[in-house]
Nanobody
Framework: QVQLVESGGGAVQAGESLRLSCAVEGTILTFARMGWNRQTPGKQREMVAQINSAGKSDYADFVKGRATISRGDAENTVLLELSSLKPEDTTIYYC?????????WGKGTPVIVFS
């Protein structure tokens, strides 16, 4: 069974940085696209950043200049570096990936930014 496992969330002060990691378990196949989304309960889910197997990345406007997404050294891992964090970045961050036209999601990792 394919599972995406996030780590790296936590509580920081505004202006600080965090690195989120996502590792895939249960398959040796390469995901075509992996990314990070965020969602606060009761609000719409937002794409934060995504990267395809060729290394092309896209970012949401609200994190441009403050986020870097990259593939990790291990197969099927993806990292998200967040800097200059703001209180409005506080929410749950979810890793997702597309494998053979099927989308998979992690359970999420919380990011809390104190002002």
């Amino acid at each position: 069974q394919v599972q995406l496992v996030e780590s790296g969330g936590g509580a920081v002060q505004a202006g600080e940085s965090l690195r989120l990691s996502c590792a895939v378990e249960g398959t040796i196949l390469t995901f075509a696209r992996m990314g990070w989304n965020r969602q606060t309960p009761g609000k719409q889910r937002e794409m934060v950043a995504q990267i395809n197997s060729a290394g092309k990345s896209d970012y949401a406007d609200f994190v441009k200049g403050r986020a870097t997404i990259s593939r990790g050294d291990a197969e099927n891992t993806v990292l998200l570096e967040l800097s200059s964090l703001k209180p409005e970045d506080t929410t749950i961050y979810y890793c997702n990936g597309v494998l053979i036209n099927e989308e998979h999601w992690g359970k999420g990792t919380p990011v809390i930014v104190f002002s």
